[in-house]
């Protein structure tokens, strides 16, 4: 049988309320989720036994084999799915780790995908989900890799109508783990950040056929609750997003995830283009990609 091939679509949050902490210690979120045409790539040899090799710029930031979301997602589909077929795979990493945009949840994603495929699982199959959720929070929205309205812990999911986003995505190469930003947010379990009041008062988003503009509109009054935090973490951020909402065109800038990518759009590929030409020339150490967020 031929390779399977798969790419880990990067994640980016347009925005991200936190509504409180549970009293298991999960924190309750609210989140815009797009995703970008920048990917990692995965490929699986169907063999009998479970292997994983990494390759690309920034393989050497993926760490231990066997602390890979892929390796764990694989191995809790085994558990889940009796005589699953397993294999070999190869990841090709190319997106920021630690970086607000969900790169190792994609890849576990994308490895769930290739082994539905191998095994003749369906996406809604629910132990397929049940793995997703148990590998980590942001893995179930990149099963599907489609822009949604993402509450509870990850695991709700309402599927959302966006334009194609012409954007700017840079991380500043300073990883910043997303426990370390929830701990300085500081919310103690049982603790609400967000209110009944604020809940019942969300702006309703676009519905199909919304412009930029009309997204842009509604995302400014809707915050990253997480960027605060992660300033006071890594202060870069503020240089990066100094940066994007310098550049020419800028419609809307701020931080992805937990960080430390931040994200700014653009009212056209050709403003994108140059702001990223601009940054790349101005910060040479930075990760920078100019595409689209749909």
Not at 66 to 91: I, M, T
Request: hydrophobic share 45%; charged share 20%; net charge negative.
């Amino acid at each position: 049988m031929p390779a399977l091939i798969e790419e880990g679509r990067a994640k980016v949050n347009l925005s991200l309320r936190v509504v409180g902490r549970r009293a298991d210690g999960y924190h309750d979120l609210e989140s815009v989720v797009a995703f970008a045409d920048c990917a990692d790539r995965l490929t699986l040899e169907p063999a009998g036994e479970l292997k994983l090799t990494t390759t690309g710029p920034l393989a050497a930031a993926c760490g231990d084999t066997s602390d890979n979301l892929v390796f764990k997602a694989a191995k809790l589909l085994a558990e889940a799915v009796p005589n699953l077929k397993l294999g070999a795979f190869a990841l090709d990493k190319v997106l920021p780790v630690a970086a607000g945009i969900g790169g190792g949840s994609a890849d576990a994603a994308a490895a769930l995908r290739l082994l539905a495929r191998l095994n003749d699982l369906s996406l809604d199959d629910p132990r397929l989900q049940k793995v997703a959720l148990a590998t980590g929070a942001d893995v179930p929205v990149c099963l599907f890799s489609r822009a949604c309205d993402m509450t509870g812990v990850g695991e709700q999911l309402l599927p959302l109508e966006l334009p194609s986003m012409p954007c700017v995505m840079v991380n500043p190469r300073v990883p910043v783990a997303t426990k370390d930003v929830f701990k300085e947010l500081g919310l103690r379990n049982g603790e609400l950040l967000v209110g009944a009041t604020s809940v019942l008062g969300a702006p309703a988003w676009p519905e199909e056929g919304g412009s930029i503009a009309d997204w842009v509109e509604v995302l400014e009054s809707v915050p990253n609750d997480l960027e605060a935090p992660a300033l006071r973490i890594e202060p870069v951020i503020g240089e990066v997003l100094q940066a994007l909402r310098d550049s020419a065109g800028v419609k809307l800038a701020r931080m992805s995830g937990s960080g430390a990518t931040c994200f700014a759009i653009y009212g056209s590929p050709a403003d994108a283009h140059a702001a990223a030409e601009r940054i790349r020339r101005d910060h040479p150490g930075w990760w920078v990609h100019a595409g689209t967020l749909s």
